[in-house]
């Protein structure tokens, strides 16, 4: 008889009828860990609450499953950044504000949560004060992410506008 890690209430378990086993890509610990579990629950987000499910598609209860996974692959772990880091990025002269914006974003991703007005001081604080699109932050804040994002892209095409034509 083979060994198996499953109790008697999990060795008799039967899924749903229309199962069909996810794909899903094997942890080979040079990724987040965090990210690879927050990934298998998107997977199964409709049978979340089928906890037998989860662990028959899994192992054991996925809470010890999740813990011991992290545990062993915590060095792999990207560790969010103070959001005192977003102030080292600044706009240099004759770069695109679209490749500036590129690269803020990614720094935004790496900072533990943080105040949108916060990150909004810091922006305007990056890019150049002469620049169009400063006056315009200051005049109208954006009130979200998404609407800043939506005026860089703004700017960024009035910026191409400006170097083709010179």
């Not at 086993?21 to 199964?44: A, C, E, T, W």
């Not at 662990?55 to 209860?61: A, H, L, M, R």
């Not at 969010?80 to 990614?106: C, V």
């Amino acid at each position: 008889m083979l060994s198996t890690p499953f109790g008697p209430h999990m060795i008799n378990y039967e899924s749903s009828k229309g199962f069909v086993v996810l794909k899903f890509m094997m942890y080979v610990g040079m990724s987040d860990p965090f990210n690879h579990i927050m990934h298998f629950r998107q997977l199964m987000t409709l049978y979340i609450r089928n906890d037998g499910l989860m662990c028959k598609n899994f192992v054991n209860t996925f809470q010890d499953i999740s813990e011991a996974f992290v545990d062993h692959y915590l060095h792999s772990a990207r560790q969010k950044q103070n959001i005192s880091t977003l102030r080292n990025i600044k706009l240099q002269e004759n770069k695109l504000l679209r490749d500036f914006m590129k690269l803020f974003e990614q720094e935004i991703l790496q900072v533990e949560s943080c105040n949108m007005d916060v990150i909004l001081q810091i922006f305007k604080r990056s890019i150049n004060l002469c620049m169009p699109f400063f006056e315009s932050l200051t005049k109208k804040p954006p009130a979200m992410m998404d609407n800043l994002f939506r005026r860089v892209d703004k700017y960024s095409m009035l910026e191409d506008d400006v170097r083709a034509a010179s």
